[in-house]
Nanobody, 116 residues
Framework: QVQLVESGGGLVQAGGSLRLSCAAS????????MRWYRQVPGKQRELVAA???????HYSDSVKGRSTISRDNAKNTMYLQMNSLKPEDTAVYYC??????????WGQGTQVTVSS
């Protein structure tokens, strides 16, 4: 079994920064893609950023240029550095991973609130 624990969320003023972390633990041999999603009430969960095992990254237009996704494969941990935060970035942020076995896992989410 695999567990994902997100941390780093909180309340920040517009223009501020936050660094989210997602630590995976359990029976893990290899993680392929790691992703950050976010969701606000009443809306679909949206992909924010993704990073492959080799470090290739993808960003949604909404965060491109303001956020950096990274991973530490030795620690099975993923990060999302978010800068120049806007009120519209307010959401619950979830991490998602695809293991090499093909199984996907989700974290429980961490709340990010950006005040104007």
């Amino acid at each position: 079994q695999v567990q994902l624990v997100e941390s780093g969320g909180g309340l920040v003023q517009a223009g501020g920064s936050l660094r989210l972390s997602c630590a995976a633990s359990g029976t893990i041999f290899s993680i392929n893609v790691m992703r950050w999603y976010r969701q606000v009430p009443g809306k679909q969960r949206e992909l924010v950023a993704a990073i492959s095992a080799g470090g290739r990254t993808h960003y949604s237009d909404s965060v491109k240029g303001r956020s950096t996704i990274s991973r530490d494969n030795a620690k099975n941990t993923m990060y999302l550095q978010m800068n120049s935060l806007k009120p519209e970035d307010t959401a619950v942020y979830y991490c998602n991973i695809d293991l090499a076995s093909g199984t996907a896992y989700w974290g429980q989410g961490t709340q990010v609130t950006v005040s104007s």
